[in-house]
């Protein structure tokens, strides 16, 4: 498990390096009226620009008016607890839809699958557009939208919070409700196989015993794209609630041509995604022993 762990965190950190590489070129070669410049240059800039990030040195962004790195922390506070809320509220909402969905096959399980099929298909900025319209300027039950700063409310600025969490833990319950109904019930049907016709079990005792693993298994293997789709999912609800975070903050650098905090905002956008990944992947190769031995 250590190899096989200790390999996904080296394919994880070359694919991080390559990636920021990209980034780093696409907007050297962006920079407006710079001169272009050559494979040296961008080697030598590229390594300064990485070392003086990993001490949290970003440069100073030309559109705050301070250090990149003060503005991209300040984002983070707000993003970082949509975030997380977001998942709690997708993984407790899709989790549960699945398995009731996929564990026997009944209305109320085809109605749960045709809503998150539903749900799916809305665009992210639609749907948090909807649920502001709704509970905040209709029922008024919430703020439409901004944010409360922790430092003034620490109350208010989770209030703050809560409607866009639930717009953007709905975007994501919806994949995952059909991911558990998925694994749910093929875990299931494959469960009396799985136990062995001498054990004389019935499908429920079999799929207790042997199912829920097999339906863990295939969960894990398909958490992964779910973290993108979690990020991109945050930049839009961001973006609907006009909050002050990450993703609107990166739209307001490429607006301004602010490719200092552009740069520097990208690099933590692809630390998240990229570590996340690699840390569902060994999840799931702890769960399923043939992942490991399988993987190069």
Aim: aromatic residues 6%; hydrophobic residues 60%; positive net charge.
């Amino acid at each position: 498990m250590i190899g096989f762990a200790g390999r996904r965190l080296a394919r994880a950190l070359v694919l991080l390096v390559v990636a920021l590489a990209v980034v780093f070129i696409v907007l050297e070669f962006a920079r407006a009226g710079a001169p272009r410049p050559d494979a040296t240059d961008l080697g030598l800039g590229f390594a300064g620009w990485l070392g003086g990030a990993v001490i949290g040195n970003f440069g100073v962004s030309s559109s705050q008016g301070m250090s990149a790195g003060n503005a991209i922390a300040g984002a983070l506070a707000v993003s970082a607890p949509l975030v997380l809320l977001g998942a709690a509220i997708g993984g407790l909402l899709g989790g549960a839809c699945g398995v009731a969905a996929g564990y026997r096959a009944s209305i109320g399980g085809r109605v749960v699958t045709v809503l998150a099929q539903l749900v799916e298909i809305v665009p992210t900025f639609w749907l948090a557009s909807m649920l502001s319209l709704t509970f905040g300027l209709g029922l008024h039950w919430f703020a439409p939208g901004g944010f409360v700063p922790w430092a003034e409310s620490p109350l208010g600025a989770t209030l703050s919070l809560v409607l866009p969490a639930l717009a953007l833990g709905l975007a994501v319950a919806a994949p995952l409700t059909r991911i558990v109904r998925d694994a749910v019930a093929r875990a299931r049907a494959e469960s009396p196989r799985l136990a062995g016709a001498a054990r004389r079990l019935s499908a429920d005792e079999a799929f207790h015993r042997y199912g829920r693993r097999r339906a863990l298994i295939d969960i894990a293997k398909r958490l992964a794209p779910l973290v993108a789709a979690l990020i991109a999912g945050s930049i839009m609800v961001e973006m609907a609630f006009s909050l002050p975070g990450l993703g609107r903050l990166l739209i307001t650098a490429a607006l301004a041509r602010d490719v200092v905090l552009l740069r520097g905002g990208l690099l933590v956008l692809i630390v998240v995604v990229v570590v996340l990944q690699a840390v569902l992947r060994i999840i799931a190769g702890w769960i399923d022993p043939r992942i490991r031995r399988t993987a190069v």
